[in-house]
């Protein structure tokens, strides 16, 4: 009988099972088998079975991290302890399988090679695949060309819009995507990859970092620094438009989560919305407060955050056991409602617009004031940096990063000659925004070209400051178009959106909207020079920001519940 022992991941075997039904079976057998893939290279498959009698229903999910293996185990045995069958793939060149590993090129033929496999074993009834960040990636590639004894997949923690979620209106996300390539380049060095992102962050031009630190090109992170082009083959002419097109073509119902402080959050939604309309009525969206990995960040309080189980394993099983055996109890689409700790239906009507203007030099108002502007500075040699925000990655790894991530309790803002803040009345009343969130930026600057990074945050009664969404945006980039020309002092409106939110503003907080030109590491360092940004070496460029505020001026953009 086989069970998990091993310590340091023992609690995570124990959380989830607290939640399960009693166990009913054990693991009685683990077998490895080579399955060949279409090129002759092949992949190591762990089958673990229950005692039970076959033909067996079988839970899949292909995975790329070896150093997770006893982690799966953990969150996983308990399926086969409620009578499924659990397979785990290795991916391509990772683990014991053959191949070169190369970061998602192979997984689409790979992953139907996989199915295809498992649709012909005798012994297997039914499939239901799963699996979180990458292994939701392998399961949404091949979505649209699932075999017939494949019933429902869990899709958590992975979007499908990979280009938005490289750049934001032009602006690399440095932080994600410069500590996923060092951490997982598969180079051998003499530094740590905690080091290595760590002088890949100070390196430039950007795109000698891999040559600079590895000696050798990392081929996929080249393609990150410099396919800027939304239009080019890179992104056009790939699984990333694959990808994109996928969640239409789905024909069985999905199980979609995220998190408020993770970084795929809007791509997951996004593929839940793409959803033909018969296909996502029968499917369930789940939004908790987590981050990339199930944990609750900062100092808040998230009451009642656990209703779906540790890392929403009770949600899985529950959802297993509605879509492969037919129960018929299965729960409803949630949003955790930040600072209140309700769930609620993302499906609701009574929502209308709330705008708030900046109406003079330093406040927001639903009222407008006589046209104006502020103004701050930018150097790329002094980059601006607010802590925490959903958009960042390297915590994830020990030894990255001290900087915090997702919702932080923070004291005042530092005041700088970088930055400028708006802020509204105090409520009189607690308040719930639910939905997407945006804010119109009219600027003008000395460069040729720079950035504008916003971050909303609530200032609660007791003098705190909680970060609720970040947002940026370069001037050729502006509006999610590819390298507009801008003429230095010319006024020019940035929308950007900031994403969905869940949040209850509490009687006698206030709303903050800070303005910087930068948010770094979670974007990169703007140069203040129009052309590519990863060619460029960052050097002391000084830039004169103007924010116009007023009557024509910037605004914020909210989705007010109307109570009834």
Known sequence: M????????LPWYEKVTEDYPKARYYCDSIEEVQIEMRDGIKLNTRIFRPNRKEPFNVLFTRNPYPANEKAYEALYLPFVEQGYCLIIQDCRG??????????FTH????????????????????????????????????????????KTMILEVFGIDRYNQVYSNGMFR?????????ANSGVKSNLSTANQY????????????????????????????????????YWKNSIWETLIEIPEKINVPVLVTDGWADHHLQGSLDGFRRLRPEIRKQSRIIVTPTDHIGNLTGSLNYPNSERFGFMNMRANLDWFNH????????????????????????????????????????SLSERNGKPGQTHFISDPTIPNTWPGGNELLAWITPGFTNQPHGFTNALPYSKTNQSIRF????????????????????????????????????????????????????????NNNYEQAYKPGTRVKLTINLGDIAWEIKEGSSLVVLVASGNFPMYAIHSNHAGQWSHQTLRKTIAQQTVFVGKGGSFLNLPLVVKQ
């Open 94 to 103: 990772t683990g014991k399988s053959e191949g070169k590993w190369e970061p």
């Open 323 to 362: 879509m492969v055996k037919g129960n018929k109890d299965i729960f409803d689409s949630s949003f955790y409602l930040m600072r209140k700790g309700l769930w609620l239906d993302p499906e609701m009507r009574n929502i209308t617009s709330y705008k708030l203007n900046f109406s003079s030099i330093d």
């Open 2 to 9: 086989y069970r998990v022992e091993n310590p340091s991941v």
């Open 198 to 233: 760590q002088i890949a962050l100070k390196h430039s031009p950007a795109n000698s970092r891999d040559l600079k630190i590895l000696n050798q090109s990392l081929p996929f992170y080249q393609d990150y620094l410099c396919e800027t082009n939304p239009n080019s083959d």
């Open 174 to 182: 440095e932080d994600i995507y410069t500590s996923w390539a060092f």
């Open 423 to 478: 802020e509204s009345d105090n409520f009189k009343k607690n308040e719930v925004f639910i939905g997407e969130t945006t804010i119109g930026l009219m600027v003008a600057s000395s460069a040729t070209d720079t950035a504008f990074a916003v971050r909303l945050c609530e200032h609660t009664a007791e003098g705190y400051y909680i970060n609720i969404k970040d947002g940026i945006s370069s001037l050729s980039g502006r």
């Open 107 to 150: 997984e689409r033929d790979d992953g139907i090679d996989a199915l295809t496999w498992i649709q012909n074993q005798e012994w297997i009834k039914t499939v239901g695949t799963f699996g979180r960040s990458y292994s939701a990636f392998t399961q949404w590639i091949v979505g649209d060309l699932l075999p017939s004894k494949v």
